[in-house]
């Protein structure tokens, strides 16, 4: 599995629950609000949870696992894999 689809799988998979349960305890409050109103209220709050909480734990928990599997295997009779140079401390 491609680095970029475990990514978006395990992202989801933070997204969907958080978003569920914010529909579950606002609806009841809101829902007589129009929809752009209770989509920027979860989108107010869905966003900050996402980037301050969700995104860390799931980079802390699934990181390594999604950076190894994105890793090129080396075949058997293959050069060994040089890794790529770091050209971030270039100006």
Known sequence: MSA???RTITTWAAVYPIITCLIFILE???SAWPIPIRTLLLSSIMVP???LW???AINH???PAAEAASE???QPGQQPIQPK???????
Do not use: D, E, R
């Not at 140079?85 to 100006?91: D, F, S, T, V």
């Open 28 to 30: 009841p409050l809101i």
């Open 61 to 63: 928990l699934v990181g």
């Open 72 to 74: 090129p295997k080396q």
């Open 49 to 51: 949870v996402m980037v």
């Open 85 to 91: 140079p770091n050209l971030n401390h270039l100006p």
């Open 54 to 56: 969700a995104a860390p």
């Open 4 to 6: 970029k689809l475990h």
